[in-house]
């Protein structure tokens, strides 16, 4: 990904222990110590200025390998401010209330897992977060299973399940616009490419689900809560679907992904201002603080309250952290080194897929951080998939598939920690029932290199 030449070229074995030094090392500050992943980042792109000068490096040529690794991700970064943006305007124009709203009438009173299931996938997909949709109508599904004495750990992974199809699978997704950014996809193309592995594996659990499910459930009372309050909030007209046909509309004939969310986020403001009744300082700081809830029922102004481009800046500043220290593994030789070897043993497509996917399961479960599963993963793999003959499309969805989905699957990871203590429902309980999660990279590893473009054109 980054232009940049090493100044040092390691041995492998040199490289291969720095690196998992480094890697232990924010592994033991996320993990054990329980930081924010920013900090041991911060500290590796210490430990590797000093690697830089020990070889001789001078610190211009480290200080312009951070500014250009740092540069690679503005692409995404510009995205994600916009994100913010275009979700705190779907709210104020009732968008995303509409789609929960419409999501609710799917619950009936039979088939409980794979609704649950469906559902969370539908409210993902329209929240384009997988924590927030856990934390939100997670919740409330799990309270649901409680009460009626059903399963909470196959709730739990239908919750999960759901939510990260929906992290997959929406524009608004920060993970799916880093890894389309990462290699150079467009995000329409990836999100399209994507579908090849992730329909499969969504119908696969969803029939699990199904099979799962107890014959009947009753007392719908907690949903009608949550529909009545989704009423009350007064922000559901018929022209809330407005800004999802545009960018419905934007998707079909290609337009560029921050065109059409530029153009969606400006006509659901404009409809915040002239259906709703927003004035346009309430606006203005909707932008950049986000949408606060107003209704009666404290769960709905959770669910509600979300958006705005302050929301953004923690996942700005850990991607140019994390970009960053790209850039010096880079310059120091170290990643170049490892590529080498990695290169000399690695003579297939199906191997170049399986190295892929096991890698960024690997970060994964030794650091803990979602985004660098993807962004580590990304960098290392990008010239071998060229030099296989592999399309760039292939990478971002094999980074997807590995990466993004197997997060919550790990005790200690960022998302693993979230999800247990939100839904009260343990990692280990609910892993052997995140089907979709599991089956994801799974599907792509076994058909990968097979895919409808997966080589290059």
């Known amino acids: 990904m980054f232009p940049i030449q090493p100044k040092h070229l390691p041995s492998w074995m040199e490289s291969f222990f720095f690196f998992l030094f480094i890697i232990s090392l924010i592994s033991f500050f996320i993990i054990v110590i329980g930081t924010k992943p920013h900090i041991p980042i911060l500290i590796g792109i210490f430990l590797l200025i000093a690697f830089g000068f020990l070889k001789k490096i001078s610190y211009k040529d480290l200080e312009?390998?951070?500014?250009?690794?740092?540069?690679?991700?503005?692409?995404?970064?510009?995205?994600?401010?916009?994100?913010?943006?275009?979700?705190?305007?779907?709210m104020i124009s009732g968008t995303i209330p509409a789609l929960i709203h419409t999501g609710f009438f799917l619950i009936g009173e039979s088939w409980f897992f794979a609704i649950v299931f469906a559902v969370t996938a539908i409210i993902g997909v329209s929240l384009g977060s997988s924590l927030t949709t856990t934390a939100t109508i997670g919740v409330a599904f799990i309270g649901m299973a409680n009460a009626m004495d059903i399963s909470l750990a196959i709730t739990a992974g239908a919750i999960v399940s759901g939510a990260f199809f929906g992290d997959k699978m929406s524009p608004l997704s920060d993970t799916t616009n880093l890894s389309s950014t990462i290699v150079g996809v467009d995000l329409f193309d990836h999100i399209k490419h994507i579908s090849l592995t992730t329909v499969p594996a969504f119908l696969l659990s969803f029939i699990i689900f199904v099979l799962l499910s107890p014959e009947k459930t009753a007392n719908m009372a907690n949903i009608q809560n949550y529909q009545e309050a989704l009423v009350s909030s007064n922000l559901i007209y018929w022209t809330s679907w407005i800004p999802l046909i545009i960018l419905i509309f934007c998707t079909v004939f290609r337009v560029p992904a921050f065109i059409a969310l530029t153009i969606s986020s400006l006509v659901a403001t404009f409809l915040a201002w002239f259906i709703n009744s927003f004035t346009w300082s309430e606006i203005w700081s909707i932008w950049f603080n986000g949408y606060t809830g107003t209704t009666g029922f404290e769960p709905v102004n959770e669910l509600l309250t979300k958006g705005g481009i302050n929301s953004m800046l923690f996942t700005i500043s850990l991607v140019i952290l994390a970009l960053s220290f790209g850039g010096l593994l880079f310059v120091t030789g170290i990643i170049p080194s490892l590529l080498g070897a990695i290169q000399d043993k690695v003579k297939s497509i199906r191997a170049t897929i399986v190295s892929t996917a096991i890698t960024a399961i690997g970060v994964n479960v030794s650091i803990g951080e979602q985004y660098l599963s993807i962004l580590l993963t990304g960098e290392t793999f990008k010239g071998m998939y060229q030099k296989a003959g592999l399309s760039k499309k292939a990478l971002s969805r094999t980074l997807e598939d590995a990466g993004t989905v197997i997060n919550p699957l790990v005790p200690w990871s960022v998302c693993g920690v979230f999800i247990a203590d939100v839904l009260g429902v343990s990692v280990l309980a609910y892993l052997p029932f995140a089907f979709f999660c599991l089956l994801s990279p799974i599907i792509t590893i076994l058909f990968g290199g097979k895919s409808i473009g997966a080589k290059q054109k």
């Open 64 to 90: 312009e390998a951070m500014v250009a690794g740092a540069k690679s991700g503005m692409g995404a970064i510009f995205l994600f401010f916009l994100i913010g943006i275009l979700i705190s305007s779907w």
